[in-house]
C-alpha cells in the first residue's frame, strides 16, 4: 500500500511539471518596423508575462500614445493589444548654404526622411570645395555645411592688330570680362567681349582683327545698279540683267571676311519652257518653233473637243517666266433636246447635258419613226441630228368602181390626217358631181365612209389589148408621181439640214460674242 502511495506521487508530481511547461509563450513576434525594448528580451516568457515594443532605429510612433505591450496569455500572446505603428522619422530640408544649395535623393517627399542623401551644388561661377554630401540619420542630418569657392580664371590671350581697351590683370573671378578693339584699318571677327567662365577659361575665343577688300566682279549682260569701289568689310554691290535676259544666282553681293559672300550671278537668255498641258486643253506658240518659248512669245490656250474656254486665253513669256493663270475649259452643255409628237425620248429628260451625252426617242404604238431615233450633245452647244419624227400612216388607198386617185394625192406614204381625192376613171364621169370625194387617213386605217362618188361609164367597145396599154399606162402614171415625191421629200429634207446647219452656226458666234 505503502508503495502505491509513492508512484501515486510520483506521478503527480510529473503532471505538474508538463502543465508548467506547457504554459509558456514563444518570443513574440515584431515587425511593421517593432522591436521589443531591451528588458522585454528574454529567452522564455511564462503565462502572465508582458512585454513592450518600440519602432526600430530612424523610425518613431506615429501615434506616440498608443498601447505598446503584449501580455502572455497561457502559451500564446495577445496581439489585439498591440498598437504602435511606426513611419519614418523626418530630417527636415536644410537651408541653402553661401552660394549654393542643396538636391535631395530620392525626389520628392521621401528625401528629407531617415535614409536619405542631400547633395551639395555650388552657383553657376562657384566650385564645391568640401563635404559635398549630407545624410539623414536617426539624430537628424549629419556632417557639416558644404563650401563653395568662387571660380578665377587666368588673363585672355594678346591678339595680332589689336589690344584689350584695359590692361590686363594678374587673375580674374567668375562672370568678369576683357573687351577687343582692333588697331585702324582693321576688321575685328569675332566677339569683342571675352569672360570668366564657370570652367575657370575665358569665352567664347578672343576676336581677330584682318585687313579685308573685295575685287569688282563682271557680270556678262548685266549692269551694276548699286554700289562702288573700293568694297571693303561689308560693302555691297547690286546687279540687274539686260533686258531680255534672266539672273541666275544672287544679284547682291556683299564683301565679308574671306571675299564676297557669293558667286557672281548669271544673265542667261531668258527661257520660258513649254508649258504642259492643262485639264481638257493645249496650248499653241507664237511664233513657232525654238522661239515660240523664248521672252516675248505667246503661249494660245484651245480646249479640247467638246469642250469651251471659260477664262485666261493667252499667256506671255516674260522676265519671271509665263504671265497669266492656267486656262479654263469647261465641258460644253446642252439644253434638253425638244418633245415630239406621238412620241418620246426613252428616259426623262435631264435639265442639262454634257458634251456627248446622247437621248433616244421612241415612237407611240401604231406610230413609225422617221429619221434617227439616237441626238447627241454636240460642240457647239445643240443636239445632233434633227429629232425624229413619228408618223402613222395608211396603206395606198384602193381604187375600184371606176374611181381613181386624182395626181396631187398620189404619195410614197400616207401619215395620219392625210387626206386622198378621188376622180372618176377615163371614159366616165361622176352620177353627182357634188358628191364627196375625199377620204382621210385616221391612225393606219382610210375612212371610206366619206367617199360618196358614184361614176357611170360610156360603154366603148375596145379591142381587149387596148384595154391592157391603157392600165399600164395608169400604172406608169402612178410610178412617175410617186417617184416625183420621193425626190420632193428629199430636197425637203436638204433644206431643213442646211437651216440647221446656219442655225447652230449663228448660236455659236453668238456665245462667242458673250464671252
Known amino acids: 500500500m505503502t508503495s502505491n502511495c509513492h508512484n501515486l506521487f510520483i506521478f503527480l508530481v510529473c503532471l505538474l511539471n508538463v502543465a508548467k511547461i506547457r504554459a509558456q509563450c514563444e518570443v513574440p513576434r515584431a515587425g511593421d518596423q517593432r522591436v521589443l525594448t531591451p528588458e522585454s528580451n528574454k529567452p522564455t516568457y511564462s503565462d502572465g508575462d508582458t512585454v513592450t515594443f518600440q519602432c526600430i532605429v530612424g523610425y518613431r510612433p506615429v501615434n506616440p500614445k498608443t498601447y505598446r505591450t ?38 520628392g517627399a521621401e528625401g528629407i526622411l531617415f535614409g536619405a542623401t542631400a547633395t551639395a551644388e555650388c552657383n553657376e561661377g562657384y566650385r564645391l570645395l568640401r563635404y559635398p554630401d549630407r ?39 567668375y562672370g568678369q570680362a576683357v573687351t577687343y578693339i582692333c588697331n585702324a584699318g582693321y576688321t575685328r571677327f569675332g566677339d569683342s567681349i571675352v569672360s570668366c567662365s564657370s570652367e575657370g577659361t575665358f569665352q567664347p575665343s578672343p576676336p581677330e582683327c584682318k585687313k579685308v577688300y573685295c575685287d569688282p566682279p563682271n557680270v556678262p549682260n548685266g549692269k551694276r545698279i548699286h554700289g562702288r569701289p573700293p568694297f571693303t568689310y561689308k560693302s555691297t554691290i547690286q546687279f540687274a540683267c539686260n533686258v531680255g535676259f534672266k539672273m541666275v544666282g544672287s544679284g547682291s553681293l556683299v564683301c565679308e571676311r574671306n571675299g564676297w559672300n557669293s558667286s557672281p550671278p548669271n544673265c542667261t537668255e531668258i527661257r520660258c519652257e513649254p508649258l504642259p498641258d492643262f485639264p481638257n486643253g493645249t496650248y499653241t506658240y507664237s511664233p513657232e518653233g525654238a522661239e515660240g518659248i523664248l521672252f516675248g ?70 406610230y413609225t419613226l422617221f429619221g434617227d431615233s439616237t441626238v447627241s450633245c454636240s460642240n457647239n452647244g445643240l443636239f445632233q441630228p434633227s429629232p425624229p419624227e413619228c408618223k402613222s400612216h395608211c396603206e395606198e388607198p384602193s381604187v375600184e368602181h371606176n374611181r381613181v386617185l386624182t395626181p396631187d394625192s398620189i404619195k410614197s406614204a400616207y401619215s395620219n390626217g392625210d387626206t386622198a381625192k378621188f376622180q372618176c376613171s377615163a371614159g366616165c364621169e361622176p352620177v353627182d358631181p357634188k358628191a364627196s370625194r375625199t377620204i382621210t387617213c385616221s391612225g393606219s386605217k382610210w375612212d371610206y365612209s366619206t367617199l360618196k362618188l358614184q361614176c357611170t361609164c360610156k360603154k366603148l367597145e375596145f379591142p381587149s389589148c387596148l384595154t391592157s396599154e391603157l392600165l399600164e399606162i395608169e400604172r406608169e402614171k402612178l410610178k412617175l408621181y410617186r417617184d ?18 446656219i442655225k447652230s452656226s449663228l448660236t455659236s458666234k453668238k456665245k462667242s460674242v458673250e464671252l
Not at 330 to 358: H, M, R, S, T
Open 70 to 107: 503584449l501580455t502572455c496569455s497561457g502559451n500564446s500572446w495577445d496581439y489585439s493589444t498591440l498598437e504602435l505603428q511606426c513611419t519614418k522619422k523626418t530630417c527636415g530640408p536644410l537651408p541653402d548654404f553661401p552660394n549654393g544649395r542643396y538636391t535631395y535623393s530620392p525626389d
Open 135 to 173: 545624410h539623414c540619420r536617426d539624430s537628424g542630418w549629419d556632417g557639416r555645411e558644404p563650401v563653395c569657392e568662387v571660380v578665377k580664371c587666368l588673363p585672355p590671350p594678346e591678339i595680332l592688330n589689336g589690344q584689350p581697351d584695359e590692361p590686363l590683370e594678374d587673375v580674374y573671378e
Open 297 to 366: 512669245a505667246t503661249a494660245t490656250a484651245e480646249c479640247n473637243e467638246g469642250y469651251r474656254l471659260l477664262r485666261y486665253t493667252a499667256r506671255h513669256c516674260q522676265a519671271s517666266g509665263w504671265d497669266g493663270r492656267e486656262p479654263v475649259c469647261e465641258v460644253v452643255k446642252c439644253f434638253p433636246p425638244p418633245e415630239i409628237l406621238n412620241g418620246q425620248p426613252e428616259e426623262p429628260l435631264l435639265d442639262e447635258y454634257e458634251y456627248g451625252q446622247a437621248v433616244t426617242y421612241i415612237c407611240n404604238a401604231g
Open 484 to 501: 416625183r415625191l420621193a425626190v420632193e421629200k428629199e430636197r425637203l429634207q436638204l433644206d431643213k439640214d442646211k437651216l440647221e446647219v
